[in-house]
């Protein structure tokens, strides 16, 4: 398996604008994390899904912040409009419920910048 | 809410010398997990430890989890470069699979 996917990797958008950001997790793992990274506030989880579920999306930010999960294999996260406090690094996650270890496999990011 | 906090926030230390991190939960926690976040990388799965006062290791690495289950520690002896990143620990809040991430450490190794 190639691992987690996020597309695009890097994306600078103006402030106002629609982004979205992209999720293929691993394959046969049920749960899905978004997490998003600054330097101010750390790792923080956005939300997650079980079984293309939202579970928990209390980390959301605000109404801009949207996620869905259409399918077991693919994600997305949108934010519209977009701001310049956005920009951050946005993970996408994965893993499977095995009753033993939970581990999270990430996806290499998206650089979000907003200007 | 849940807090998980670490210390140091950053150390530096000389190539050989040990490095050991702190992780504080706020609450009691069913288990802990480490990562460790490469320069410009991702986080990237360690361990996890369940058992409460449990020891783990991994080469150069040691593990712990308190007897309490509200922190643990991550112990590197004889640090290498290859040793640079920030490492955190994060524990599932309540039973759910919401995990925290700690604040983490970030370790810079000198040559």
């Known amino acids: 398996d190639a691992g987690v996917i996020q597309s695009p990797r890097h994306e600078v958008t103006e402030m106002g604008q629609e982004v979205t950001l992209r999720c293929k997790p691993i394959?046969?793992?049920?749960?899905l994390f978004w997490y998003r990274q600054t330097m101010m506030r750390g790792l923080e989880l956005l939300i997650y899904f079980n079984n293309n579920v939202p579970i928990d999306d209390s980390g959301m930010p605000e109404d801009r912040f949207s996620a869905k999960m259409p399918n077991a294999s693919f994600s997305t996260l949108k934010i519209q409009p977009s701001e310049p406090r956005d920009s951050a690094v946005y993970f996408c996650a994965s893993s499977l419920d095995t009753g033993a270890d939970t581990e999270a496999f990430f996806g290499q990011g998206t650089r979000l910048t907003v200007v | 809410g849940q807090q998980v906090m670490q210390i140091p926030q950053y150390q530096h230390v000389q190539e050989g010398e040990d490095f050991t991190t702190y992780c504080n939960s706020s609450t009691t926690l069913s288990n802990i997990q480490w990562y460790k976040q490469r320069p410009g990388g991702h986080p990237v799965f360690l361990i996890q430890?369940?058992?409460?006062?449990e020891v783990k290791k991994q080469k150069r690495l040691t593990f712990q989890f308190g007897e309490a289950k509200k922190n643990s520690s991550l112990h590197i002896t004889a640090t290498q470069t290859t040793d640079v990143g920030t490492y955190f620990c994060?524990?599932?809040?309540?039973?759910?699979?919401?995990?925290?991430f700690g604040t983490g450490t970030r370790l810079k190794v000198l040559a």
């Open positions: 430890l369940v058992k409460s006062g």
């Open positions: 394959s046969g793992h049920d749960y």
């Open positions: 994060a524990g599932p809040y309540s039973g759910t699979y919401k995990y925290i």
